[in-house]
T-cell receptor
Framework: DARVTQTPRHKVTEMGQEVTMRCQPILGHNTVFWYRQTMMQGLELLAYFRNRAPLDDSGMPKDRFSAEMPDATLATLKIQPSEPRDSAVYFC??????????????FGPGTRLTVL | AQTVTQSQPEMSVQEAETVTLSCTYDTSESDYYLFWYKQPPSRQMILVIRQEAYKQQNATENRFSVNFQKAAKSFSLKISDSQLGDAAMYFCAYRRRSQGNLIFGKGTKLSVKP
């Protein structure tokens, strides 16, 4: 049963600390997305990759956030330094985007981040 | 820019009854996709149903169906024979054909009364 995995599931840290979230997409998928969910803003895109290349990271605060795909089986999202306003649930999703079709994105279980 | 609006923050339905969740969107594109996702308390995002804009026929998945009105840019979700397990947040989402990412509405919290 293929699924997207994310680690850690929960993270509590203090303001100023570095946070790294990891995602393992479904094998064979060519796109990976990072979304953030907050009560105020809802679900919003932070970044997405196709074939490991970043296509859009316009939703990501560049001064403190960075997203990478070191290889096809791992995507990372880093926050340095973290701030209380970064507290949210961070979702990773992967999909196989073809030329045609309403290709489904499969979501991971999310990382709940709390920055004190 | 594309936007998705869900005007009902909360809805309630009696078990076994039918409920309709509303969604409108704004786009200048002609080819796109629309989705409904369910998010139970576990936080897991689950795809409920999808619609391709070039298809006139409304999508159906068991007890879930949509009413897709392209000219009105409306995409409502109908849940028939509601079950307790349907209680969740429901998100409407839009995707351009040329892009991979989803644009979400703010969600509707559905409660199911026994």
């Amino acid at each position: 049963d293929a699924r997207v995995t994310q680690t850690p599931r929960h993270k509590v840290t203090e303001m100023g600390q570095e946070v790294t979230m990891r995602c393992q997409p479904i094998l064979g998928h060519n796109t990976v997305f990072w979304y953030r969910q907050t009560m105020m803003q809802g679900l919003e895109l932070l970044a997405y990759f196709r074939n490991r290349a970043p296509l859009d990271d316009s939703g990501m605060p560049k001064d403190r956030f960075s997203a990478e795909m070191p290889d096809a089986t791992l995507a990372t999202l880093k926050i340095q330094p973290s701030e209380p306003r970064d507290s949210a649930v961070y979702f990773c999703a992967s999909g196989l985007v073809l030329l045609r079709g309403a290709n489904e994105q499969f979501f991971g279980p999310g990382t709940r981040l709390t920055v004190l | 820019a594309q936007t998705v609006t869900q005007s009902q923050p909360e809805m309630s339905v009696q078990e076994a009854e039918t409920v309709t969740l509303s969604c409108t969107y704004d786009t200048s594109e002609s080819d796109y996709y629309l989705f409904w996702y369910k998010q139970p308390p576990s936080r897991q995002m689950i795809l409920v149903i999808r619609q391709e804009a070039y298809k006139q026929q409304n999508a159906t998945e068991n007890r879930f169906s949509v009413n897709f009105q392209k000219a009105a840019k409306s995409f409502s979700l109908k849940i028939s024979d509601s079950q307790l397990g349907d209680a969740a947040m429901y998100f409407c989402a839009y995707r351009r054909r040329s892009q991979g990412n989803l644009i979400f509405g703010k969600g509707t919290k559905l409660s199911v009364k026994p």
